[in-house]
């Protein structure tokens, strides 16, 4: 069964740092592109990093970007977000997913890790 | 900067069809995907590459793109696809994820 589990998320100060983790099982890691992508409770879906199949290709929202950095470990099968400088506006669910291309979209989501910024 | 925009809301009787836009210059330059988001789940998607749709999505559902318009189309709507929706896209470079606001679908 394909399984995508986030893990990670927590309450933390303004300025803090959290590092959350994906870790998939059930199809071949190192074949597909790997998505953060946030959502505030209530509110709309917000695309966060994307990295390619060996981590060669990055990109983040320019919300994110010298905050958050991006990485994968493909002999852990897992991806990885640093989040460092964190703001109440970070607060959200985040979610990993994966897709085969780019063309072929996100098929597969996990079911999120709750990341909560607040004094 | 890039922007997909979408209806807040819809509504529909179930049996009837209903169509979902999505718009933005982008579009006629790059691939769309549609997500499904019911409360408290996952987006799971339904469409991509304009008109595309996974193993195991209903073929209720379908998509279409004229110009710089997308449509998500629900034909035959039933009770369980009431939910929120969101178009996709991506930046000029193609690498970049663009979303849409979301739609919310409410079966009367």
């Known amino acids: 069964e394909v399984q995508l589990v986030e893990s990670g998320g927590a309450r933390v100060q303004p300025g803090g740092s959290l590092r959350l983790s994906c870790k998939v099982s059930g199809f071949t890691f190192s074949d597909y592109w790997m998505f953060w992508v946030r959502q505030v409770p209530g509110k709309g879906l917000e695309w966060v990093s994307n990295?390619?199949?060996?981590?060669?290709?990055?990109r983040y929202a320019d919300s994110v970007k010298g905050r958050f950095t991006i990485s994968r470990d493909n002999a852990k099968n897992t991806v990885f977000l640093e989040m460092n400088g964190l703001r109440n506006d970070d607060t959200a669910v985040y979610y990993c997913a994966r897709a085969f291309t780019l063309y072929h979209g996100m098929d597969v989501w996990g079911r999120g890790t709750t990341v909560t910024v607040s004094s | 900067s890039l922007e997909l925009t979408q209806p807040p809301s819809v509504s529909v009787s179930p049996g009837q069809t209903t169509n979902i836009t999505c718009s933005g210059n982008i579009l006629p330059k790059q691939f769309a995907f549609w997500f499904q988001q019911r409360p408290g789940q996952a987006p799971v998607l339904v469409i991509y590459?304009?008109?595309e749709r996974p193993s195991g999505i209903p073929g209720r559902f379908s998509g279409s793109t004229s110009g710089t318009v997308v449509t998500l189309t629900i034909t035959g709507v039933q009770a369980e696809d009431e939910a929120d929706y969101y178009c996709q896209s991506a930046d000029y470079s193609g690498v970049s994820v663009i979303f849409g606001g979301g739609t919310k679908l409410t079966v009367l």
């Open positions: 990295i390619n199949i060996d981590g060669t290709i990055i």
């Open positions: 590459k304009d008109i």
